[in-house]
């Protein structure tokens, strides 16, 4: 009895400390929040402005287990973005082409997985046009570089801290 009661204890414990409790409109994706912002699509700087008066910031993706799970998540949260807009996060080589940064100060990885391809050709690829990130909807929500100025959805994080 007493070993059957502490295993119960034991799972409950593991489900809160695996599962982040987040604020509204955050949802738990393990231990990160996240809010797909599907009011309006808004500009990248919009965007971020948008999530910060959320408490958050637009996302940062350090891992691939990371990126998997959100992507799960915008598939199966049923709010993929709809029509052609994609989902602006927390990435730019604005100001400096090329030198990819999350919002939170740490380098962005390159390559695969997280960048996608266009026509073969690898992502980032619009130079000194395109210098903010989106998870492209046309691409399976792999990192492609967009232009700041263009129009996606702002795909929030909570907690992050900005250094950018
Ligand atoms: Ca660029």
Same mark, same amino acid.
């Given at each position: 009895m /007493? @070993?059957?009661?502490?295993c119960?204890l034991l799972?409950a414990?593991?489900?809160?400390a695996?599962?982040a409790?987040?604020p509204?409109p =955050? &949802?738990?994706?393990?231990?990160?929040?996240y =809010?797909? &912002?599907? &009011?309006e699509?808004? #500009?990248w700087?919009?965007?971020r402005?948008r999530?910060?008066?959320?408490?958050?910031?637009?996302?940062?993706? +350090?891992?691939c287990d990371?990126?998997?799970?959100?992507?799960? @998540?915008? +598939?199966?949260s #049923?709010?993929?973005?709809?029509?052609n807009?994609?989902?602006?996060?927390g990435g730019?080589?604005?100001g400096?082409? $090329?030198a990819?940064y *999350?919002?939170?100060g740490?380098?962005m990885?390159m $390559?695969?997985?997280y *960048? !996608?391809?266009t026509d073969?050709v @690898?992502?980032?690829?619009? !130079?000194e046009?395109?210098?903010c /990130?989106?998870?492209?909807?046309?691409?399976?929500y792999?990192? +492609?570089d967009g232009?700041c100025e263009? =129009?996606?959805?702002?795909?929030?994080?909570y !907690?992050v801290v900005a250094?950018?």
């Amino acid at each position: 009895m /007493a @070993h059957k009661m502490r295993c119960l204890l034991l799972a409950a414990f593991t489900l809160v400390a695996t599962r982040a409790l987040c604020p509204e409109p =955050y &949802e738990a994706v393990k231990s990160k929040c996240y =809010y797909l &912002e599907l &009011e309006e699509p808004r #500009q990248w700087d919009e965007a971020r402005t948008r999530c910060q008066e959320l408490d958050g910031d637009l996302a940062v993706i +350090h891992t691939c287990d990371d990126l998997g799970d959100l992507v799960r @998540h915008i +598939h199966m949260s #049923q709010e993929e973005a709809p029509f052609n807009f994609s989902f602006f996060v927390g990435g730019t080589d604005r100001g400096d082409e $090329g030198a990819w940064y *999350w919002v939170d100060g740490t380098p962005m990885n390159m $390559g695969l997985p997280y *960048w !996608g391809q266009t026509d073969g050709v @690898h992502e980032p690829s619009g !130079g000194e046009e395109q210098n903010c /990130a989106e998870l492209n909807k046309n691409n399976r929500y792999y990192i +492609h570089d967009g232009e700041c100025e263009k =129009y996606a959805f702002a795909l929030c994080q909570y !907690g992050v801290v900005a250094k950018l």
